[in-house]
């Protein structure tokens, strides 16, 4: 079974740009989240999506959004960029909100200049 | 509110000997999961193991353990037999319900990671 997919794996923007990253679940997974990983504040939670609705949310501005697609697929959009952005997105799918084990992707570097 | 603590920002280890990574965590959740992931520098998270707070046995997934303490709200990692592709970032990280009916969860939350060299 294929694992969760991230699309792009890399990606530069600069400054004031707005950025769309795409992750697919694995097949059948139905709970997509969605998580910033930076040096200094390690690995944070951005929001977790289950069957089109978002279920939980982290505490981060509103130029973060995300949405989850009917397929499960999910996207997240930065709006008005900025340099403390540079990160790798990591997003991993689950079967269901809950204890069940999250399978992470690759992930998507961002580096904003 | 969650938190995780992971109190080894290095550890080395040689080749074929046991290392256990240390966590332990605060939380008021009824119940909660355990969970520990390894990042090796590709980036990638691998999921290792995972110990229910109700359960009465501690996990095991081939030479990775989880030392579960419940009382002392401390759930290590054990790793038998070290390879050098063990080296790399570990997370251990939590994930509780919010409520006594185990419907409502809250984030995974995740420590700042211990990280591991094995040395031949």
Not at chain 2, 65 to 74: D, I
Not at chain 2, 102 to 110: C, E, M, N, V
Request: aromatic share 12%; net charge positive; glycine share 10%.
């Amino acid at each position: 079974k294929a694992g969760v997919t991230q699309t792009p794996r890399y990606l530069i923007k600069t400054r004031g740009q707005q950025v769309t990253l795409s992750c697919s679940p694995i097949s059948g997974h139905r709970s997509v989240s969605w998580y910033q990983q930076t040096p200094g504040q390690g690995l944070q939670f951005l929001f977790e999506y289950f069957s089109e609705t978002q279920r939980n949310k982290g505490n981060f501005p509103g130029r973060f959004s995300g949405r989850q697609f009917s397929n499960s697929r999910s996207e997240m959009n930065v709006s008005t960029l900025e340099l403390g952005d540079s990160a790798l997105y990591l997003c991993a799918s689950s079967l269901a909100v809950g204890r069940h084990t999250q399978y992470f992707g690759p992930g998507t570097r961002l580096t904003v200049l | 509110a969650q938190k995780i603590t992971q109190t080894q920002p290095g550890m080395f280890v040689q080749e074929k000997e046991a290392v256990t990574l240390d966590c332990t965590y605060d939380t008021s959740d009824p119940s909660y999961g355990l969970f520990w992931y390894k990042q090796p520098s590709s980036g990638e998270m691998i999921f290792l193991i995972y110990q229910g707070s109700y359960d009465q046995q501690n996990a095991t997934e081939g030479r990775y353990s989880l030392n579960f303490q419940k009382a002392r709200k401390s759930a290590n990692l054990v790793i038998s037999a070290s390879q050098l592709g063990d080296s790399a970032m570990y997370f251990c990280a939590m994930r509780g319900t919010l409520n006594a009916g185990g419907t409502s969860y809250g984030k995974l939350t995740f420590g700042q990671g211990t990280i591991l060299t094995v040395h031949p």
